[in-house]
């Protein structure tokens, strides 16, 4: 195909990948097994292997025809699996083995390695895996994000009522308070507090659990939405197109109940149809957050999926919680869904149809701007 790319070649480069491409599916390593680590440490986040959802990624890569999809560990051994396999490119479904910052390792040694992936880089996997990097930045372009404050053991014993940095940010407020890890999963210890008083025990319970900074902001008290937002080449009814804003869906409420402040993880309490819905087209806030999500995407300057968590304040103003740079995957079933998956239908898509948007919207991004660095990929084009 020679030097040049444009998009109307992307159908024809697909069928040769089709054939030729070697992609590994990367799933959070276990440090317990031998040789996974050097010697065993600490996970801040929380670990999970998303091993099951990796599997329905390469399943879904192998029923669309990819005949080459490996499913391997993100540990120590990484490296040489990548090598034996002949990988080509790999897809990213880990948020790390242990240490800190977990889930900008795995795409820091890609970039060592010189591995195209799917996935955010290692920067943006950072910010956007630490909640108070990611609101730092929000607030610095201008996105609604809830005041915060962060606070780590090393700094002592928190007390609100003699610390001035939670004075000036919340002495006139009255309010509940929610304390939780600023590197988190699956809404898992977090906690909801009436008085500033014991946000001493809910911070040092963090610490306790976590070995890491505890973030610290008003509770909101309104309705709960995510938005899930990704790249501009998507694939439906057996058509390629890319439109130019990034691809923004399965705009959601959290239902919560009558006993949840937040909503529960999905650890604790599967995800079905009945925990969310689709929020309709009439309701303005819909819109209002596509475009939150579209414009984060474009000042990020992000490549591939991410969830965005939201919530109204008092006054019904959405303000944005989080990010989650590593959305659930998981394929539909009859009684399960993830918030990711669950407005695909919506959309006129199948799960299939969005594994081929991902990798394919990838795909177009390197053979567009990196299609000199990326020689043992273009070369599958020529032979």
Same mark, same amino acid.
């Given at each position: 195909?020679?030097?040049?790319?444009? *998009?109307?070649?992307?159908?024809?480069?697909?069928?040769?990948?089709?054939?030729?491409?070697?992609?590994?599916?990367?799933?959070? &390593?276990?440090?317990?097994?031998?040789?996974?680590?050097?010697?065993?440490?600490?996970?801040?986040?929380?670990?999970?292997?998303?091993?099951?959802?990796?599997?329905?990624?390469?399943?879904?890569?192998?029923?669309?025809?990819?005949?080459?999809?490996?499913?391997?560990?993100?540990?120590?051994?990484?490296?040489?699996?990548?090598?034996?396999?002949?990988?080509?490119?790999?897809?990213?479904?880990?948020?790390?083995?242990?240490?800190?910052?977990?889930?900008?390792?795995?795409?820091?040694?890609? %970039?060592?390695?010189?591995?195209?992936?799917?996935?955010?880089?290692?920067?943006?996997?950072?910010?956007?895996?630490?909640?108070?990097?990611?609101?730092?930045?929000?607030?610095?372009? &201008?996105?609604?994000?809830?005041?915060?404050?962060?606070?780590?053991?090393?700094q002592g014993?928190?007390?609100?009522?003699?610390?001035?940095?939670?004075?000036?940010?919340?002495?006139?407020?009255? &309010?509940? *308070?929610?304390?939780?890890?600023?590197?988190?999963?699956?809404?898992?210890?977090?906690?909801?507090?009436?008085?500033?008083?014991? @946000?001493?025990?809910?911070?040092?319970?963090?610490?306790?659990?976590?070995?890491?900074?505890a973030l610290?902001?008003?509770?909101?008290?309104?309705?709960?939405?995510?938005?899930?937002?990704?790249?501009?080449?998507?694939?439906?009814?057996?058509? *390629?197109?890319?439109?130019?804003?990034?691809?923004?869906?399965?705009?959601?409420?959290?239902?919560?109940?009558?006993?949840?402040?937040?909503?529960?993880?999905?650890?604790k309490k599967?995800?079905? #149809?009945?925990?969310?819905?689709?929020?309709?087209?009439? %309701?303005?806030?819909?819109?209002?957050?596509?475009?939150?999500?579209?414009?984060?995407?474009? $000042?990020?300057? @992000?490549?591939? @999926?991410?969830?965005?968590?939201?919530?109204?304040?008092?006054? #019904?103003?959405?303000?944005?919680?989080?990010?989650?740079?590593?959305?659930?995957?998981?394929?539909?079933?009859?009684?399960?869904?993830?918030?990711?998956?669950? #407005?695909?239908? %919506?959309?006129?898509?199948?799960?299939?149809?969005?594994?081929?948007?991902?990798?394919?919207?990838?795909?177009?991004? @390197?053979?567009?701007?990196?299609?000199?660095?990326?020689?043992?990929?273009?070369?599958?084009? $020529?032979?």
């Open positions: 195909m020679g030097l040049a790319y444009d *998009f109307s070649q992307l159908p024809q480069c697909i069928d040769i990948f089709r054939e030729k491409l070697r992609i590994a599916v990367v799933h959070g &390593g276990d440090k317990t097994v031998e040789n996974a680590v050097i010697y065993q440490t600490h996970n801040p986040r929380s670990t999970k292997t998303y091993e099951v959802v990796a599997n329905d990624i390469a399943n879904s890569l192998r029923d669309l025809g990819f005949k080459h999809v490996f499913v391997i560990p993100d540990d120590a051994t990484l490296g040489d699996r990548l090598r034996t396999n002949n990988i080509h490119i790999a897809w990213l479904n880990t948020g790390g083995v242990q240490g800190y910052n977990p889930v900008c390792h795995t795409p820091a040694i890609m %970039e060592m390695l010189g591995v195209p992936y799917v996935g955010h880089n290692p920067l943006n996997s950072s910010i956007l895996d630490n909640k108070h990097s990611f609101k730092r930045e929000l607030q610095g372009l &201008g996105f609604p994000t809830a005041p915060f404050m962060i606070w780590h053991p090393a014993e928190f007390m609100a009522g003699k610390n001035t940095r939670f004075q000036q940010l919340f002495g006139n407020y009255t &309010g509940s *308070f929610l304390a939780k890890p600023v590197s988190g999963r699956a809404s898992l210890n977090i906690h909801f507090v009436d008085n500033p008083k014991d @946000l001493t025990e809910a911070i040092a319970d963090i610490h306790h659990v976590t070995h890491n900074t610290i902001e008003p509770f909101l008290p309104g309705r709960e939405f995510c938005v899930s937002v990704c790249g501009y080449v998507r694939h439906k009814n057996g058509v *390629f197109t890319k439109p130019e804003e990034p691809f923004t869906f399965s705009i959601l409420e959290r239902l919560l109940g009558a006993d949840e402040k937040i909503f529960t993880s999905m650890d599967a995800i079905t #149809g009945k925990r969310v819905q689709l929020v309709d087209d009439s %309701e303005p806030v819909k819109n209002e957050l596509a475009k939150l999500a579209a414009r984060i995407y474009r $000042e990020f300057s @992000l490549n591939t @999926l991410i969830r965005i968590d939201a919530r109204m304040d008092e006054y #019904g103003n959405i303000q944005i919680l989080e990010a989650n740079p590593k959305p659930d995957l998981k394929r539909p079933a009859a009684n399960v869904t993830s918030l990711t998956a669950q #407005g695909l239908s %919506e959309q006129g898509m199948t799960y299939e149809d969005f594994i081929l948007s991902l990798i394919s919207d990838r795909l177009d991004y @390197l053979l567009t701007n990196h299609r000199r660095i990326i020689s043992h990929i273009t070369a599958l084009l $020529e032979n």
